[in-house]
C-alpha cells in the first residue's frame, strides 16, 4: 500500500505561480524505481495528465502545460514537485499525484488517490 500525499495548492492570480508537493511513501513502495505523475481533475471534468517524470528523470507534459509547468523529483525525499508558473484559470482543478504504470501512456498505477492538493486561479 502506498501513501500519496500532495500540498502546496492555494489561490492566485493569473500569471501567478504555485509548487506542488508530492510526498510518497509505503511499505513495499520503492519511490526511486516508479515513475510519477501529476493529474488534475476539474470540476464535472475526467481526471487528466498533466506531468510525469521517469525513475530516470525524462519528463512528460501535456500540451496545455508545456513551457509553464516543471516537473520535479527528489528521490532521496521520496518527493515529487510541481512547479506552476504563468498559472491561467483553466488550471484551476484539484492536483494529484500517483506512480505511474509506464512511461508511455501514464495510466496510475494505484487506484487508491491522495487526497489532492486544491489550486484556483482566479482574480
Known amino acids: 500500500q502506498v501513501s500519496l500525499v500532495e500540498s502546496g495548492g492555494g489561490l492566485v492570480q493569473p500569471g501567478g505561480s504555485l509548487r506542488l508537493f508530492c510526498a510518497a511513501s509505503g511499505g513495499f513502495f520503492i519511490f526511486n524505481i516508479n515513475a510519477m505523475a501529476w493529474y488534475r481533475q476539474a470540476p464535472g471534468e475526467q481526471r487528466e495528465l498533466v506531468a510525469g517524470?521517469?525513475?530516470?528523470?525524462?519528463?512528460n507534459y501535456a500540451d496545455s502545460v508545456k513551457g509553464r509547468f516543471t516537473i520535479s523529483r527528489d528521490n532521496a525525499k521520496n518527493t515529487v514537485y510541481l512547479q506552476m508558473n504563468s498559472l491561467k484559470p483553466e488550471d484551476t482543478a484539484v492536483y494529484y499525484c500517483n506512480a505511474a504504470r509506464d512511461d508511455s501512456n501514464w495510466r496510475p498505477r494505484y487506484a487508491d488517490w491522495g487526497q489532492g492538493t486544491q489550486v484556483t486561479v482566479s482574480s
Open positions: 517524470i521517469t525513475s530516470e528523470g525524462s519528463t
